[in-house]
């Protein structure tokens, strides 16, 4: 890869307390790209993500966004600068509207209202199905349209990389594949996607490079299509 990566992290390590999460990973997204991060649970995939987002203390590391260092920004200020989580958990806002949930998303931003209203013709585009309900309570949705609203609700924020923890937890394997195909086609109207997955197969399959992490160490990386078919990675995480 010949230009300069989007996102570039080094040397990151996280500890809570006296467990080393994370112990000292390197790794790069590129622009218009999806990178996975896959491992078993424990791994340290979560905690990699919330150093990104500064929710935890990052014990040693740098992480640089387009340049800019995001190291020691404060979590609202990394999401001003582009970097945006998708929430985990699907912890949408269930006593507010499917819309509500939307426009909340949007609330850091200060574009007109005319503006806004397009974000949200455009998010119903990507989920018709957030558009059909979008007067119902969010409560009232199923597990793979909260993941939907969840997702719809980060890009509200209009974000330069798109971090997302697991989307794929919980949910029947045609409603992942329904969450991936749409991430795939937001990715490809241009948007950087950090996916942190278990789900190594489906994960490996939409993104162009991965990486594998095993107790808080990165031990692979390369190519999505290419770690599919790799014997190790096969053994480990796919059943032979
Ligand atoms: N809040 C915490 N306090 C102490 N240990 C934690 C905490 N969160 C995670 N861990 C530990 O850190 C390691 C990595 O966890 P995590 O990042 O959640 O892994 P993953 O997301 O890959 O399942 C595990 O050993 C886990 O038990
Ligand atoms: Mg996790």
Avoid: W
């Avoid at 990973?25 to 999806?34: A, C, K, M, N, T």
């Amino acid at each position: 890869m010949s230009a300069a990566p989007l996102l570039k992290v080094e040397g990151l390590k996280v500890s809570y307390g006296h467990i080393e999460a994370v112990k000292g990973i390197d790794f790069e997204l590129h622009e218009g790209q999806i990178t996975t991060l896959v491992g078993a649970n424990g791994a340290g995939k979560s905690t990699t993500l919330l150093a990104l987002s500064g929710l935890v203390k990052k014990a040693t590391g740098r992480v640089l966004l387009g340049g800019q260092d995001l190291t020691s920004l404060s979590p609202h200020k990394i999401v001003a600068s582009g970097m945006v989580q998708v929430a985990e958990g699907r912890a949408t806002l269930t006593t507010l509207t499917v819309r509500e949930n939307l426009e909340l998303g949007g609330y850091t931003r200060r574009d007109s209202r005319g503006q806004r209203a397009d974000d949200l013709d455009h998010i119903y585009t990507l989920f018709p199905r957030l558009k059909e309900r979008s007067d119902g309570l969010a409560g009232n949705l199923s597990g793979g349209e909260q993941q939907m609203l969840a997702i719809g609700r980060a890009l509200m924020a209009k974000p330069r990389v798109l971090l997302l923890d697991e989307p794929s937890m919980g949910l029947a394997p045609i409603i992942v594949q329904d969450i991936f195909r749409t991430l795939r086609e937001i990715n490809k109207a241009g948007l950087t996607v950090f996916l942190v997955e278990q789900n190594v197969r489906q994960a490996l399959k939409i993104a162009d490079r991965a990486y594998v992490i095993e107790t808080g160490k990165i031990v692979l990386e390369g190519e999505g299509r290419e770690l599919l078919g790799n014997p190790k990675v096969q053994d480990a995480y796919l059943g032979g």
